[in-house]
């Protein structure tokens, strides 16, 4: 996955109120610069849902080395990597509208790439929910898998995404990565430019 998502619509926060009324949680909707952008980059602060509230938090897990950030964690390795070992049960979801993915392509002389730009989306009037791991100092990653084999030939890998009335469960550790792997993301893509 790459490093931008969409911003929610005032429709998907409703939706987003909803579901946290379900798991008796008081939503806030972040005041921040970042909050009035459509367009989410990362080590901005963006809002992520946890087990008891929500909260701002940095997109993007500072590396060991303090040269950069991690912003995606592999569905395969990261309960076992040291680095994200320590809170690896600590989950979280990463509201959004979609995601984006480029798309590289060649001329016919090779001598040109163009790359394309794609949205991910529901498909629907709703949002997605990213599954992500966050740490105590406000930091996030978001999880991916490898990608559908509907999508592959955009990019080899995606957000672990999950359905609303999966919400709570992923929270309170009740859903298991590998499952939620299997499960159909019902994402649908549109090529934006």
Request: contains cysteine; aromatic residues 10%; positive net charge.
């Amino acid at each position: 996955m790459c490093g931008r998502y969409i911003a929610n619509s005032e429709d998907e926060v409703m939706e987003i109120r909803e579901i946290l009324k379900q798991i008796s949680m008081r939503f806030v909707l972040p005041k921040t610069a970042e909050a009035a952008l459509s367009e989410m980059f990362p080590t901005n602060q963006v809002m992520l849902i946890n087990k008891s509230e929500s909260v701002l938090a940095k997109w993007g897990i500072e590396k060991w080395d303090n040269k950069g950030v991690i912003i995606n964690a592999k569905s395969e390795t990261y309960e076992q990597s040291r680095f994200f070992g320590s809170f690896a049960d600590n989950r979280c979801i990463i509201p959004a509208h979609g995601y984006y993915e480029w798309h590289n392509t060649a001329s016919r002389s090779l001598t040109h790439k163009k790359k394309i730009k794609y949205a991910f989306t529901s498909g629907e009037r709703h949002g997605i929910f990213m599954a992500g791991v966050y740490n105590k100092q406000g930091e996030f990653a978001i999880i991916t898998k490898p990608a559908e084999p509907k999508i592959r030939f955009i990019h080899d890998r995606m957000p672990l995404i999950i359905h609303a009335e999966q919400a709570a469960d992923w929270l309170n550790g009740k859903l298991s990565v590998r499952g939620l792997c299997e499960v159909n993301s019902g994402i649908t893509w549109k090529e934006t430019g």
